[in-house]
């Protein structure tokens, strides 16, 4: 006795792959057991049971796609007749997809079922409101999310090592043998499971509040930005460029400049500028990778662009062999690209060190958080006129604040002091690039 299981109503999606099969020929399901789970470019969202029963056939694959009515198996259900699977075309994996809005995800705290009739619920390690809160938005399946909550893992500490960052089950595995051996080594002493739980507070209690979720953009950065800031041992040395001569320079540049030309801001010197230094301080444009240091001789520059999405960082290639206005060029246009939303991954791939420019918004001194697997971050502040003592007597001067973060691993104190005295000496005198 069976009955075809069809993918049900699922919106606007067509053409979805396939990214988990959960079942098999045999199994014993409940209603609403997850059968399989989808994934479009911008959510994921799992195929329950209609009814309880029987697998007596699976009639789809592994990265096959589906759409609204594709058959997924036959079901052997009590009191019904066995059907032959309708031909509904299954498209194999192709790199289109149709974009599309995303659903609601599928809820992760439903119990883990057993191969019965019945539903039998699994205890799990308690979260913290961080790990509950991570646990619902991290890039994983709900399958993986379940596996999670039973583990007691946070996913917000998990690299995903899947399309996109996703999160695999594998991945759940590796981070918990990881946890294991860490405890064995260290013997004792405190670990981050060992921290006191994140506070729990009814806001509401003492005032008005609003609840606003957090965009996608910010969720993603925010994973890696703490990851970083956690495993990166994090130095910043604080100075400030005289730029007199430099901002002149370019006031002039764009003054000269038609229409057709970008206008060239602060920020595309500070680049120039950085190509004529890097090379003589190799460990800046590195990554570190175990006990081995990887000098790169390229140099491909990644800028933060501020968008109503959160922090994007697009990447200006071979910097050293570009030009002022090239380099303006390809900035504006970046930035114009991650402000509506299109920039591809390659752009936001491949940098060897990066430079977050608060300048044109407000500030002095910060600590940026760096960009691994770079080892150096540069944070630009707003540039200031100062009274500056100067061949006997005190004049105003345009000082630019520079904030160099890098990894202690790799840099020493003394090497961040004299790359931004290198570096001042470049912006106080921009001829010095041809030298």
Not at 10 to 37: A, H, M, S, Y
Not at 48 to 55: C, D, I, K, L, S
Not at 116 to 138: K, N, Q
Not at 198 to 208: E, H, L, N, S
């Amino acid at each position: 006795m069976g009955k075809e299981v069809k993918v049900p109503d699922i919106g606007d999606f067509r053409n979805v792959p396939i990214i988990e099969l959960l079942v098999k020929e045999g199994d014993l399901l409940t209603v609403d057991q997850p059968l399989i789970t989808l994934e479009s470019d911008k959510a994921t969202l799992e195929v329950p049971a209609p009814e309880a029963g029987r697998v007596e056939r699976v009639l789809v694959k592994l990265g096959e796609r589906v759409s609204e009515g594709s058959p997924i198996l036959i079901l052997a259900v009590p009191g019904e007749e066995s059907v032959v699977p309708s031909p509904v075309p299954v498209t194999r994996a192709d790199p289109v997809m149709t974009p599309v809005d995303a659903p609601v995800d599928a809820p992760v705290d439903a119990p883990v079922v057993a191969p019965s009739f019945s539903t039998v619920p699994v205890s799990a390690p308690r979260l913290t409101p961080a790990g509950e809160e991570a646990l619902h938005t991290a890039h994983a399946s709900p399958t993986v999310r379940r596996l999670a909550r039973e583990l007691g893992v946070d996913l917000g500490q998990v690299q995903g090592s899947g399309p996109h960052q996703r999160i695999l089950r594998e991945d759940i595995q590796n981070f918990v043998k990881a946890a294991l051996q860490s405890s064995r080594s260290q013997g004792g002493g405190w670990g981050m499971g060992d921290l006191p739980a994140w506070p729990t507070v009814d806001f509401a209690k003492y005032g008005p509040v609003e609840t606003r979720p957090l965009g996608r953009i910010k969720k993603l950065s925010g994973g890696y930005l703490h990851r970083n800031w956690l495993m990166i041992p994090h130095v910043t040395n604080h100075e400030e460029a005289d730029i007199t001569e430099l901002e002149e320079f370019r006031q002039d540049l764009n003054r000269e400049a038609g229409p057709e030309f970008p206008r060239i801001t602060l920020l595309t010197l500070v680049l120039k500028a950085l190509a004529a230094v890097l090379p003589d301080f190799p460990e800046f444009n590195a990554s570190l990778q175990g006990d081995a240091l990887v000098l790169k001789h390229y140099i491909h520059l990644g800028f933060a662009a501020d968008t109503s999405s959160g922090l994007m960082v697009p990447v200006v290639r071979d910097v050293p062999s570009k030009g002022i206005r090239a380099i303006a060029t390809e900035v504006a246009a970046l930035a114009v690209r991650a402000r509506e939303g299109q920039l591809t991954p390659d752009e936001m791939q491949g940098g060897t060190f990066s430079v977050s420019s608060l300048g044109g918004i407000g500030g002095s001194f910060f600590t940026p958080i760096i960009n691994a697997p770079e080892v150096a971050i540069l944070g630009l502040g707003r540039a200031l006129q100062k009274p500056v003592w100067r061949a006997g007597s005190v004049v105003g001067r345009w000082m630019l604040p520079l904030s160099l973060s890098y990894d202690h691993r790799v840099i020493d104190g003394a090497g961040a002091a004299r790359f931004n005295e290198a570096l001042c000496q470049i912006l106080a005198d921009i001829r010095r690039i041809l030298v």
